[in-house]
């Protein structure tokens, strides 16, 4: 499968991120859902589904490491019983990019652990300068389709 990327600087980094920590899923997003660059989806429906609810995840989670701990929680990790799920916050030059990975048993949590370090390392060094110019961060119809895609896995469509 290919990775599909948002953002040009991104595909390398990813992509040896995925082929090193051998995750079936992983997305690279904004924390507010907008996607940076995927691999392991067949539809966009499902990209922009896992994107919003890891979206409101990564926030409550933050929020609620700030409440008990005094600053927000990096990272979360679910294991169930043939996948996992790790969520990590990502910083690069001053912003904050979320990462979701989903592996089975060809990984383990450590090895997404080493490797995000590196994908850290990598994505930090692809990252464009701030000074260059980036098209906007939310796409013109992103809040009517975040909203839509919501709608239909509530049931609600």
């Not at 904004?30 to 691999?39: A, D, E, K, R, T």
Request: aromatic share 8%; hydrophobic share 50%.
């Amino acid at each position: 499968m290919k990775v599909s990327v948002a953002a040009g600087w991104v595909e390398t980094p990813l992509k040896q991120f995925v082929d090193d920590a051998r995750v079936e899923i992983a997305v690279l997003m904004h924390p507010s859902g907008q996607v940076l660059g995927q691999y392991g989806f067949a539809r966009s429906v499902d990209v922009m589904t896992a994107c919003a609810l890891a979206s409101a995840i990564h926030a409550s989670a933050s929020e609620l490491g700030r409440q008990l701990d005094g600053k927000p929680f990096s990272a979360l990790h679910y294991m169930g019983r043939d996948r996992q799920i790790f969520l990590g916050a990502i910083a690069a030059h001053g912003s904050t990019m979320v990462l979701l990975a989903v592996f089975d048993r060809e990984s383990s949590l450590g090895l997404v652990q080493l490797f995000l370090e590196e994908f850290r390392v990598r994505l930090t060094a692809a990252v464009p300068p701030a000074d260059t110019e980036h098209p906007p961060a939310m796409a013109e119809n992103f809040e009517r389709d975040l909203n839509r895609n919501l709608a239909q896995l509530f049931g609600r469509a």
